[in-house]
């Protein structure tokens, strides 16, 4: 049955089982001649609340010649009181369960079965859905007829500290303004409990905290109230809990770094490799080593920004070894090496210590970076959201590694088992082969569309096949130049025919004589150092072999080692010009300064003191005895010596 007569627009939406303003709307598209769901009802404008300038629109359902144009009647509802806050969901319900029982008229029997098949639909009685139905009407369906009435002291501070506090304030006779003063300590209160160690225990310990506080400041101020009265409602502690992040921003911070506020970034702005970050993955899943030792793999990942693709390099540790520069470099390499990733212009990295290497690839990344953009970045310490890797290791858990066999879960204390008490099954196949199952899942991976923020709707493999169609090519890099960027170098003296390093002989044929070389320590264990031979450029050197006393090997080889240093002496002499040494010292000589001799200072023969000089050979020398004088001379020594011998016998 259709309801007949002038109706507003609240009556309208009833009837069509529409919202007031879609109602309105129609109304206001008929009047100006445009039909409705087909439809072209007679609208016409009245006096009454609910338009704008005291005007309204009426429509009638019925025959329009049955219509009275020139009567007037003014509608007029009461309006309705002001609902309380939160009420939306409520009024929507309410006009949910009435909206049936409205399309008919006022007294129907279809009115009174609508209303009785919805009072056991919905567990009301008839009685209130009678009263929301009457209520509505009345106030020409007004939203806030469906709703509670607003309390008439809505807005005020019924409640200062807590009801059974406020009570036994307002029993012993204390005014309001010291309660007010009191809710308001006990407000602060809250909020230093909260920024206390005591809000590690939860929401509890905060209320036993306070209440007795509350009750030493009462005994302060000599205040004497019922011990009953000193209690805190569990809302009235939870609404200022947001004053705990204090606490934890001061003995948490990786959890006070999860709260920060952030940033938004499109890197759908970017090309590929503009942007790549870098960080370590240890894989939640087991497996052998070849000699059936259990080991959980590693990835070394890099993200490209502007793709949101992943390169992987997946590590099988040696037992007690973790990841090192060795692993890190080997997969960069990799990287610049595969024809769809190349060169990045910009690193974001991790800062452990197997980064470190990377520094050395500053200049070279200055290059190539875009204008005003740093090369390489280092992430904040134990911030995971400043690394939009990290997010992409979770999905990739999800995704991918936790499909496969061997998966343990990200809990190590409490592993996924297939068998209670035992521990997690190993995965079944070689490192070779779950290597293979693992491109494979994330190759598919990178198909899957992605669900939120700017790359919504486009997959990773997508987005970079665009970007190739865009024109958009890769950098590449020499591999022996960027392998030996990565070398530490060092000067070392050849001696001998060889130079040490870490305290191992390494030889080549054509290191200089006793001369300073550049070295290239390499990061890769087992690798042989590189040496920059003058004229020649880099090379690899050999370990200094050892062999047998009687082995031949030893003398060709060192035949070789000396016909090698030959070479390089006769190299040596063909490289430099024959000095004349006898004409540089007679050029010498002759340009040494020439002076006459003065005159001595005593003539020794002629001065009068020459005999104070006597003994010290200013005279002429001594003669020389004679054959017989020698021998007269010695027997008289000889005559000396017996008398002396006779002397000292007595």
Same mark, same amino acid.
């Given at each position: 049955m259709i309801a007949s007569g002038w109706l507003g627009a609240g009556e309208f939406a009833a009837v069509m089982n529409i919202t007031r303003r879609a109602a309105t709307d129609a109304l206001k598209a008929? *009047?100006? @001649?445009? +039909?409705? $769901? @087909?439809?072209?009802?007679?609208? $016409? &404008?009245?006096?009454? $609340?609910?338009? *704008? /300038?005291g005007s309204t629109y009426q429509v009638y359902l019925g025959d329009p010649s049955e219509a009275d144009e020139t009567a007037l009647i003014p509608i007029s509802f009461t309006p309705a009181p002001a609902a309380a806050s939160n009420q939306a969901a409520r009024i929507e319900r309410r006009l949910m369960i009435i909206s049936e029982a409205a399309k008919y008229p006022r007294g129907s029997a279809e009115r009174a079965a609508e209303l009785e098949r919805a009072s056991r639909q919905f567990g009301k009685p008839i009685r209130t859905l009678r009263t929301w139905l009457a209520n509505a009407e009345k106030h020409g369906w007004d939203a806030n007829a469906l709703a509670y009435k607003r309390p008439s002291n809505s807005g005020e501070q019924r409640v200062f500290v807590s009801r059974p506090f406020d009570r036994a304030w307002r029993a012993a006779g204390l005014d309001d303004a010291a309660l007010a003063d009191m809710g308001e300590w006990v407000t602060r209160l809250i909020n230093g409990l909260w920024q206390s160690e005591a809000q590690r225990a939860g929401w509890g310990r905060i209320q036993l905290e306070a209440h007795t506080l509350m009750q030493l400041e009462c005994r302060k101020r000599d205040i004497a109230l019922p011990k009953a009265a000193f209690h805190l409602s569990k809302r009235r502690i939870v609404e200022r809990s947001h004053h705990r992040i204090v606490d934890i921003y001061a003995n948490d911070r990786k959890r006070a770094d999860d709260w920060k506020h952030r940033i938004t970034r499109n890197n759908r702005l970017l090309m590929p490799m503009d942007q790549v970050v870098m960080d370590v993955k240890p894989l939640d899943i087991v497996m052998s080593r070849p000699d059936g030792s259990e080991v959980w793999p590693t990835m070394i990942g890099f993200q490209d920004n502007a793709t949101h693709r992943i390169f992987y390099h997946f590590v099988m540790k040696r037992k007690g070894e973790g990841i090192t520069q060795e692993h890190v470099i080997g997969a960069f390499i990799d990287m610049v090496m595969h024809p769809e990733w190349g060169f990045p212009r910009q690193l974001y990295r991790d800062n452990g210590s197997e980064f470190f290497a990377f520094d050395r690839l500053r200049e070279c990344m200055a290059e190539i970076a875009l204008d005003g953009v740093k090369p390489i970045i280092n992430a904040k310490a134990y911030s995971g959201a400043s690394k939009q890797i990290e997010s992409k290791f979770a999905i990739l858990d999800r995704q991918v590694f936790s499909q496969m066999l061997g998966y343990a879960g990200s809990n190590r204390m409490v592993k996924k088992t297939q068998t209670v008490g035992k521990p997690p099954a190993r995965y079944p196949g070689s490192f070779e082969e779950f290597v293979a199952e693992a491109e494979l899942r994330i190759a598919d991976w990178h198909g899957m569309t992605i669900? /939120? @923020? +700017?790359?919504? @709707? &486009? /997959? +990773? *493999?997508?987005?970079? *096949?665009d970007h190739v169609d865009s024109g958009w090519r890769p950098i590449t890099a020499d591999p022996f130049a960027l392998d030996l960027a990565f070398h530490q170098r060092e000067a070392r003296t050849v001696q001998n025919g060889f130079v040490s390093v870490g305290g191992v002989k390494w030889r080549h044929p054509e290191l200089p004589l006793r001369r300073k070389v550049e070295i290239a320590r390499p990061y890769r264990r087992g690798a042989a150092p590189l040496v920059n031979l003058p004229g020649l450029g880099w090379a690899a050197m050999q370990h200094d072999e050892f062999w047998h006393p009687q082995e031949i090997g030893g003398a060709e080889a060192s035949s070789r080692v000396q016909c090698a240093q030959v070479r390089g002496v006769k190299a040596l002499r063909k490289d430099a010009i024959v000095p004349d040494l006898a004409a540089a010292m007679r050029e010498r000589v002759t340009r040494l300064p020439r002076a006459t001799t003065p005159n001595p200072v005593i003539e020794f023969l002629t001065a009068q003191d020459a005999p104070k000089f006597e003994g010290d050979r200013i005279g002429p020398a001594p003669r020389a005895l004679s054959a017989e004088e020698e021998n007269v001379r010695r027997q008289n020594a000889k005559l000396r010596q017996m008398e002396k011998y006779r002397a000292n016998r007595a």
């Open positions: 008929m *009047a100006k @001649g445009k +039909p409705w $769901r @087909g439809e072209l009802f007679t609208v $016409r &404008t009245a006096h009454g $609340r609910g338009g *704008a /300038s669900k /939120s @923020g +700017p790359f919504k @709707g &486009t /997959s +990773p *493999a997508q987005c970079f *096949a």
